[in-house]
T-cell receptor, first 113, second 112 residues
Framework: DAKTTQPTSMDCAEGRAANLPCNHS???????VYWYRQIHSQGPQYIIH???NNETNEMASLIITEDRKSSTLILPHATLRDTAVYYC??????????????FGKGTLLTVNP | NAGVMQNPRHLVRRRGQEARLRCSPM?????VYWYRQLPEEGLKFMVY????????ESGMPKERFSAEFPKEGPSILRIQQVVRGDSAAYFC??????????FGPGTRLTVT
């Protein structure tokens, strides 16, 4: 699976949009971008995933650049409960040995009141 | 629809004892994964199981660790003769297929 690079930490004001970047310059054509988050002492929570089109769900939006070498997770209106470590993971969509999620160090997002 | 359930949530064992961690996947999920998170580190894949089969145990330590997912009942991660270095959070995840994995709340193992 391709390696990802994320900033170590970010701050965001409550109510504002949080934009979390991820670089994955070695991504392959059949690899998806997944985002998970881990709130302190809890299990990781799936947020969203995408291949090349932008995606949106009730939690967040995922913007993938046209060359697919980077992406941005957007939390449109951050709340204090969004404070967590956010992981960007690249993996093949299905089949083969792609089931392993490889968690890096992620980005610690702190939402401030 | 209940999420992934793990028990116990906290487990304290003395060195040399056995630890048994249980995971009940989400309803309809037949794929189970175990991950370990050591203090101040990211999650590391341990093992992937489907009903009655171990698909990939490449992340499991070679000794003392075993996992099963029987036809009936929860998946079990078993650690024999625990040592202090086994102290960690152990997370179970389940999925319908190989796409999104949904994680449980974890079991925090402390070896004294």
């Amino acid at each position: 699976d391709a390696k990802t690079t994320q900033p170590t930490s970010m701050d965001c004001a409550e109510g504002r949009a949080a934009n979390l970047p991820c670089n994955h310059s070695t991504i392959s054509g059949n690899e998806y971008v997944y985002w998970y988050r881990q709130i302190h002492s809890q299990g990781p929570q799936y947020i969203i995933h995408g291949l090349k089109n932008n995606e949106t769900n009730e939690m967040a939006s995922l913007i993938i650049t046209e060359d697919r070498k980077s992406s941005t997770l957007i939390l449109p209106h951050a709340t204090l409960r969004d404070t967590a470590v956010y992981y960007c993971i690249v993996r093949v969509g299905n089949g083969g040995s792609n089931y392993k999620l490889t968690f890096g160090k992620g980005t610690l997002l702190t939402v401030n009141p | 629809n209940a999420g992934v359930m793990q028990n116990p949530r906290h487990l304290v064992r003395r060195r040399g004892q056995e630890a048994r961690l249980r995971c009940s996947p989400m309803k309809g999920h037949s794929h189970v994964y175990w991950y370990r998170q050591l203090p101040e580190e990211g999650l590391k894949f341990m093992v992937y199981l489907q009903k009655e089969n171990i698909i990939d145990e490449s992340g499991m330590p070679k000794e003392r660790f075993s996992a099963e997912f029987p036809k009936e009942g929860p998946s079990i991660l078993r650690i024999q003769q625990v040592v202090r270095g086994d102290s960690a959070a152990y997370f179970c995840a389940s999925s319908v297929d190989s796409y999104e994995q949904y994680f449980g709340p974890g079991t925090r193992l402390t070896v004294t």
